[in-house]
């Protein structure tokens, strides 16, 4: 009896597809975020990356990135413990500093306000 072989570009997929997904959530969320801060700045607690739905579906995004690697890794002919176990502190590398960036920028936002951000000034 012959077995399909399961291949390995639908883990990438996969991960691909968690990542759009919390993705969006992520955006959803962070625009509320901007919009009421928008509305009441000097609210306690404003500017800060904080609320479990936040951090909950940014390290989803950071989920599906490992996934994704691991899928590259996989498609590559990498055995599964090693593409998962190399893509882990990569993925979690990255997503860490961009947290890590992102409350830069929202300290900055605090600090200077939207002035803070302006990018085109330097051009």
């Given at each position: 009896?012959?077995?399909?072989?399961?291949?390995?570009?639908?883990?990438a997929?996969f991960g691909?597809?968690?990542a759009?997904t919390?993705?969006?959530?992520f955006?959803?969320l962070?625009?509320?975020?901007l919009?009421?801060w928008?509305?009441?700045?000097d609210?306690?607690?404003a500017?800060q990356?904080?609320g479990s739905?936040?951090?909950?579906s940014y390290?989803?995004?950071?989920l599906?990135?490992?996934?994704?690697l691991?899928?590259?890794?996989?498609?590559?002919?990498f055995?599964?413990?090693?593409?998962?176990?190399v893509?882990?502190p990569?993925?979690l590398?990255t997503c860490?500093?961009?947290?890590?960036?992102?409350?830069?920028?929202?300290?900055?936002l605090?600090q200077?306000g939207?002035?803070?951000?302006?990018?085109?000034?330097?051009?």
């Amino acid at each position: 009896m012959y077995y399909f072989p399961q291949p390995p570009i639908l883990v990438a997929l996969f991960g691909l597809f968690i990542a759009l997904t919390f993705g969006a959530v992520f955006q959803n969320l962070t625009e509320e975020k901007l919009a009421s801060w928008s509305k009441n700045p000097d609210r306690q607690g404003a500017y800060q990356l904080q609320g479990s739905g936040l951090q909950l579906s940014y390290w989803g995004i950071g989920l599906g990135v490992w996934i994704f690697l691991a899928g590259g890794f996989l498609i590559f002919g990498f055995g599964i413990i090693p593409s998962f176990g190399v893509a882990l502190p990569i993925a979690l590398g990255t997503c860490s500093l961009i947290w890590g960036q992102l409350s830069d920028v929202f300290r900055q936002l605090k600090q200077g306000g939207i002035k803070a951000l302006d990018l085109d000034s330097f051009g």
